[in-house]
């Protein structure tokens, strides 16, 4: 990986910045998520570092108050219009809505962020397919889905993300105009460079994100553990399976404020994420850093040692046959949870290198000129 990596910086060209450039970088009003988070420390870091007329430019871009109060702290103003000037950039989400929109602009530099991988299919799959197609086509889903459940996943869980992954495997991706349009790409993840590189024709250049300073403000405040267990409530069905075969306490992290989520994961000793992982989530990473031990699947960007690096010994493939070893693996972790969370502690380092590595990757990506 590290090696095909030097590679492509060295054959990517920097993007050009001039004193005149206006940034302009599309995300979502109003709306507090990690994806949005990702675009303010994005603007407020270009802002900083090469000084340039950088704006959010919120969609929809009618609504009076856009700017989210939690993150009023980045002080990034915001547009209501685009110059569509050749020297100007815009950069955008790989949400499919988002794209869809930059086409609107013809000569504008544009750049998308892949902030996911399977977020882009998914909602390219809703937006560009009636009800009723998008039905049809996801009748062998259905099918494999409903087996699946009767079996108590002796096969192992095929996810909806894994179904449109192969749906779109027959798409050239550097013929969707949405993509087109893009003269480089940036990625949140090992994942999507992975999935990317042989895809896309283009400058692909890493941008990784960082945790917000409310998480790194209190992860330090160390509380009492318990024997408790925390998971993503994007976690698929097998957590419930999992649930029913085992004594342990869980606790679901659904609908809750960042305080509530720190009061939880600071007295929890396990996170599990059986999620698909679309990118490099946040919450494996909040929950490292509150000190507890993290037990993931192999989807999306779990699958790899780099987005979350963790022993391999702690990521399952989702089957029936592998209940015992996951309970046996969590009873371990509760019991020895001293001695267990040092194997985390590597996680945990990177984690809080994260914004150093971040401003390292905006210096080889953008050029002043």
Known sequence: MDGNKNKMHAKNKKIILKKKTKI????????????????????????????????????????????HKNFKHYKINYANFIEDQKENILIMPEHFMYLRYGLKYNNIQKIIWWLSIDNYFGYKFRYENNKVLRSLIKIPFNIINNFNKLTNYYFGVFTYQDYLKIFYTFFNLNQQKEINQASSHLMQSYYAYDYLKDKIKKNLFFLFDFQNKKILKNYKNKK??????????????????????????????????????????????????????PGKDKMPREATLFDNCILTNFKGSAKNKYDIPINKKFKFNQKYSELNKINITISNLLKNYNNEIKKFSRYKRKILNEERVFKKQLLKIFRLS
């Not at 009003?29 to 802002?47: D, K, M, S, V, W």
Request: charged share 20%; glycine share 4%.
């Open 224 to 277: 009492k553990k318990e024997d408790l267990i925390c998971f993503s409530h994007k976690s698929n069905e097998f957590i419930q399976i999992l649930k029913k075969n085992s004594n342990k306490k869980f606790i679901e992290l659904k609908g809750l404020t960042s305080n509530q989520l720190i009061k939880i994961m600071s007295k929890t000793k396990v996170y599990i994420d059986f999620g698909y992982h």
């Open 24 to 67: 302009y970088i599309l995300a979502p009003a109003n709306t507090f998520t990690g994806g949005p988070e990702c675009l303010h420390q994005l603007a407020y870091y270009i802002r900083k570092i090469y000084k340039v007329n950088t704006l959010i430019y919120y969609l929809p871009n009618d609504i009076k108050n856009p700017v």
